[in-house]
């Protein structure tokens, strides 16, 4: 009977103290999960060894000299697909945990997880998921839930600065009348309806027709 083995886990740790990188070291290696094939303690050291060692799965600290963890995480993401970043860090503040998601981590951990967490965070990383606790994925979903209100409020505020008239011009764009069609349809002048469509890419700060229609579907301007 051939037994076959389940492969390690192979993971990068990445911190500027030592003293962490044994503690990660020691809670890791003593399990049949995880093979720690590596150290830096700072981003760029992470960097060069990464073509080296391959590892599966990074843990990476935020606070470090040089490119900071939420960096190398953003620049691991877009020259190596194959590697998941994660985040262990002491900072849980709002604005760090949103940056790391932003720049493409895999997941967020504090550096009080328990072990049983941090290994839960590996295997789900590893299996090709994403692992945010209940209280980092609480953040994560009232920042979008904040962004959506900005971009709403943002449509609302567009809406007041087009007039009634122009918003009809705006419809008819929309459908894809011509300014000659848009001018028989209204009872304007060419002229008049040029100036509106002018005045409306002014007021919105597009460049041209075609992102004016674009911003008009995009933010229910109409």
Do not use: C
């Not at 060069?48 to 995480?73: A, F, H, R, W």
């Not at 011009?169 to 002229?191: T, Y």
């Amino acid at each position: 009977m051939i037994l076959t083995m389940m492969k390690k886990i192979q993971v990068l740790l990445v911190d500027d103290h030592t003293v962490v990188r044994n503690g990660l070291r020691s809670i890791l290696e003593n399990t049949n999960e995880v093979e720690v094939i590596g150290e830096a303690s700072t981003g760029e050291e992470a960097l060069e060894k990464i073509p080296l060692l391959k590892p599966q799965i990074m843990l990476i600290d935020i606070s470090m000299p040089g490119i900071s963890g939420i960096e190398l995480v953003r620049k691991v993401v877009k020259q190596w697909s194959a590697i998941r970043p994660i985040i262990l860090s002491m900072h849980s503040d709002d604005a760090y945990i949103l940056k790391s998601v932003e720049a493409g981590a895999y997941g967020y951990l504090l550096k009080d997880a328990t072990r049983d967490e941090i290994l839960t965070a590996l295997q789900t990383v590893k299996n090709g998921e994403k692992y945010f606790n209940a209280s980092v994925a609480s953040v994560i979903v009232n920042g979008y839930l904040s962004q959506v209100q900005k971009v709403e409020k943002a449509s609302e505020s567009r809406k007041t600065l087009l007039s009634k008239k122009e918003k009809e011009v705006l419809r008819l764009l929309v459908e894809g009348l011509s300014s000659r069609q848009i001018a028989d349809q209204l009872d304007l002048s060419v002229r008049t309806v040029d100036n509106h469509r002018a005045n409306m890419m002014r007021r919105l700060q597009v460049h041209n027709a075609a992102e004016l229609v674009k911003l008009a579907l995009e933010e229910k301007l109409l």
